[in-house]
């Protein structure tokens, strides 16, 4: 599988991104989707999941409230809509695919969110 993330780019606070992380070589429609990010200086660290049926969600709590994974398996596409952006949500996001309950085995090149003050 790979994996494409794009939407990502420069907002200030407050605002709005959507992010989206499209699949070719093999149908996303079996694998659980995660969103990370790695802020500079920083581990990278877990934002949002969706099962592979897109009917159970689960988000880190600095996030929760703001942000929304969604899926579109039809599309093989998984999207981020992040609302209420601050700074500290400043970050290189990554997408990435889980199968069958195992880790995350596959990985996007990451897509640069900055928001700025």
């Known amino acids: 599988v790979q994996l494409q993330a794009s939407g990502g780019g420069l907002v200030q606070a407050g605002g709005s991104l959507r992010l989206s992380c499209a699949a070719s070589?093999?149908?996303?429609?079996?694998?659980?989707m995660g969103w990370f990010r790695q802020a500079p200086g920083k581990e990278r660290e877990f934002v949002s999941r969706?099962?592979?049926?897109?009917?159970?969600?689960r988000y880190a709590d600095s996030v929760k409230g703001r942000f929304t994974i969604s899926r579109d398996n039809a599309k093989n596409t998984v999207y981020l809509q992040m609302n209420s952006l601050n700074p500290e949500d400043t970050a290189v996001y990554y997408c990435?695919?889980?199968?069958?309950?195992?880790?995350?085995?596959?990985w996007g090149q990451g897509t640069q969110v900055t928001v700025s003050s």
């Open positions: 969706i099962s592979w049926r897109g009917d159970s969600t």
């Open positions: 070589g093999r149908t996303l429609s079996n694998y659980a």
């Open positions: 990435a695919a889980s199968y069958g309950g195992s880790g995350y085995s596959y």
